[in-house]
């Protein structure tokens, strides 16, 4: 008998248990726990819903619910391996992916939740890819997934066109977060479509010397338009430039030695180029210093000194318009350290005096504004014990901490990736990380999500543009099932300061109160999350003001901002011509732009003229019809620019910016 034995009235004869070896003669099963003792048919399954990779063979089941249900699925069991599983609708021959999942339980086993209708029958699939070796799996019925009132719920699935990625950031500057993945010679490259699902394109590179195997980071170091790309390896890290169109990359920089750790893009010296910046874990940390002219620095020394550096973060905790740098430490040295920015090109740590140098040992930390005074706090989560450490700052430079109390205290989970967003669009930070999501209240205090439908960790970002943030869990996208909650999202684009507005402090001004974010490049332990600002607003159909302080100093307010929308905004610009992306749905890009601008509306409607106009809202362009999308703008000089579409009686404008 070559499979499945049941502990139940189940059990059947060989014949039936050889027809696993093909879709069409898939056994069939119900809720329980079976063993599998190879993995030996041979029809494999097809399409592969998760991943990439080769399999030969194939051990096949299907499952019918008798009523709408959340089935969770799982290897993680005792016993079993190396598993990869696929689960399917449709006719053999003709199959879709539900889902699909490889090492999302303990181990390399895997395990994936999806919600299943009463009455479809769906095809499970277990392949060879990794290992045609025996295991056991189980299949559960949960009950329907209904989130609490302010939560949300998060479904495992398959986006068309999307497969792996652990870094999530908008590659094309059309505002819409694309994924990637990338090997020390290929960038993957998701780009996600407005239409939904995502267009895959994969670019060879030439060998760059150290892979993401640590950490990937993203931000477009010569301002060309593109983002580059910041490896952090075990022995160095490399710098992978985007050629002018995107479409290509080049290592143009592979450092010294350095055990990498996190890696950010910052601009360290406030120059308005962006630098590199790299944990070291056996020695002072590293600094990647941009000239502006395509020459890349090694400076160690000054940011951090000793072993042990494992999670740094940028950000302006103490509210004086410069980048600190507090780096989460663990092994031969764990006494974190917050580098305090000086304003003259030096850092001083002054983390003894405000409580953070002791022996907890963590990987990587949470900063935000969790109790919405407009300055940032900080949750510090635990690698390898059960204590949290949750610090406010009291905004006079100390902080005091406040763990005790607040949900912290005794929440048990740990990981090495922790990171800070607004996942409910209540308006309050929530932490993602130790195996949990927490929800804050605004309040210093914080709930655990109670259904468990949260990923561990991944970068995080909007994958199908709906205003709340999924979670790309490296091979498998959590997509946020949102509720009715209203969203802002910001897109900056800096002139004097670095081009993506890296270090710049949004606030956003509704009617609850007030919220804070910083666009970061690089948060959590490994991954790249949006650059993309996201604030959750609640029940607030107003906002009443946007302001944000770059890093040169420019600040820019601009009132009257729609709800459930995405702004792009540009340093120094006049404001009165700052204008939203309008509700039918204008799209210009990439920002900036070298000869062609495309610029799109929705399809179905009339003739479109288009005008372009400088900052000061006078004509430099006569009107013309725009054809295929494009808009020439090789003639323009270098600066920025607001973009007029004129069709069926209604102007659409935004602003952008010409190389």
Same mark, same amino acid.
């Given at each position: ?36 003792? $190879? ?236 630098? &590199? ?16 002219? &395509? ?172 205003g709340f943030l999924d979670v790309m869990a490296y091979n498998q996208p959590f997509m946020n099932d949102g509720n009715d909650n209203n969203w802002l999202k910001v897109s900056t684009v800096g ?7 890296? &270090? ?88 900036? $732009? ?9 399809? &179905? ?55």
């Amino acid at each position: 008998m070559r499979t499945a034995f049941l502990s139940v009235a189940l059990l059947i004869g060989a014949s039936t248990a050889i027809g696993q070896n093909s879709c069409s003669t898939a056994l069939a099963i119900v809720p329980g726990t079976y063993t599998v003792t $190879a993995i030996d048919g041979p029809e494999a399954p097809s399409p592969i819903c998760i991943e990439t990779g080769i399999a030969t063979g194939a051990e096949w089941y299907k499952y019918t619910p008798t009523q709408d249900t959340t089935v969770r699925l799982t290897t993680d069991l005792p016993g079993s391996g190396d598993t990869r599983f696929h689960v399917y609708t449709g006719n053999c021959g003709s199959l879709e992916c539900v889902i699909g999942d490889d090492d999302g339980g303990s181990g390399l086993t895997s395990m994936a939740l999806f919600d299943a209708v009463g009455g479809v029958t769906y095809h499970i699939a277990f392949d060879n890819n990794w290992s045609p070796a025996g295991f056991s799996f189980s299949l559960t019925e949960l009950a329907p997934v209904i989130p609490a009132e302010g939560q949300i719920h998060f479904t495992q699935t398959t986006v068309p066109g999307l497969t792996v990625g652990d870094c999530v950031v908008d590659m094309n500057g059309d505002d819409l977060d694309d994924v990637v993945s990338a090997s020390t010679t290929s960038i993957r490259i998701q780009y996600q479509l407005p239409t939904g699902g995502f267009n895959p394109v994969n670019i060879t590179t030439a060998p760059a010397v150290h892979s993401p195997s640590w950490s990937i980071v993203a931000g477009d170091i010569d301002g060309n338009g593109y983002n580059d790309l910041l490896y952090g390896g075990s022995q160095g890290a490399s710098l992978m430039m985007a050629n002018s169109t995107g479409t290509g990359f080049t290592p143009t920089y592979n450092s010294e030695y350095i055990f990498c750790q996190r890696t950010n893009m910052v601009d360290i010296n406030n120059d308005g180029h962006l630098d &590199g910046f790299s944990c070291h874990d056996v020695d002072d940390n590293v600094a990647l210093m941009n000239d502006g002219n &395509g020459n890349i620095s090694y400076v160690q020394g000054g940011l951090g000194l000793g072993c042990g550096n494992y999670g740094s973060l940028w950000t302006d905790f103490d509210n004086d318009g410069d980048q600190d740098m507090f780096v989460a430490r663990c092994g031969c040295n764990p006494v974190d350290i917050l580098m305090r920015n000086n304003g003259d090109g030096s850092f001083t740590d002054v983390a003894p005096g405000l409580g953070f140098a002791d022996n907890h040992q963590s990987w990587s930390s949470a900063w935000g504004d969790f109790d919405n005074d407009e300055d940032m706090d900080v949750l510090i989560g635990s690698s390898s014990s059960n204590y949290q450490k949750l610090m406010r700052n009291n905004g006079d430079g100390t902080f005091t901490n406040v763990t005790l109390g607040s949900g912290f205290d005794t929440f048990t989970g740990q990981s090495i990736e922790w990171c800070t967003h607004d996942f409910n669009n209540d308006g309050n930070l929530d932490v993602l990380g130790g195996g949990s999501l927490m929800f804050g209240n605004g309040a210093m205090a914080f709930t655990p999500e109670t259904m468990g439908s949260a990923p561990y960790s991944g970068a995080v970002g909007d994958l199908n543009n709906d205003g709340f943030l999924d979670v790309m869990a490296y091979n498998q996208p959590f997509m946020n099932d949102g509720n009715d909650n209203n969203w802002l999202k910001v897109s900056t684009v800096g002139t004097s300061s670095n081009l993506n507005g890296i &270090g710049a402090r949004i606030t956003v001004t509704s009617t609850s109160g007030v919220q804070i974010r910083e666009v970061r490049s690089g948060d959590a332990f490994s991954t790249m999350s949006s650059l993309i600002a996201h604030f959750g607003l609640g029940s607030d159909e107003v906002i009443d003001e946007v302001r944000i302080r770059w890093p040169s100093g420019i600040v820019n307010v601009i009132t009257d901002v729609s709800v459930n929308t995405t702004i792009s905004l540009v340093e120094g610009v006049n404001t009165a011509v700052v204008e939203n992306a309008d509700a039918v749905g204008l799209r210009t890009y990439p920002n900036p $732009a070298q000869d062609q601008l495309f610029v799109e509306l929705p399809a &179905g409607r009339g003739t479109r003229t288009v005008t372009v106009l400088d900052v000061a809202g006078q004509q430099v362009t006569p009107p013309t019809t725009l054809v295929n999308n494009r808009l020439d703008v090789s003639g323009l000089s270098s600066g920025v620019y607001l973009v007029q579409v004129q069709q069926d009686g209604t102007v659409h404008q935004r602003t952008f910016v010409k190389q």
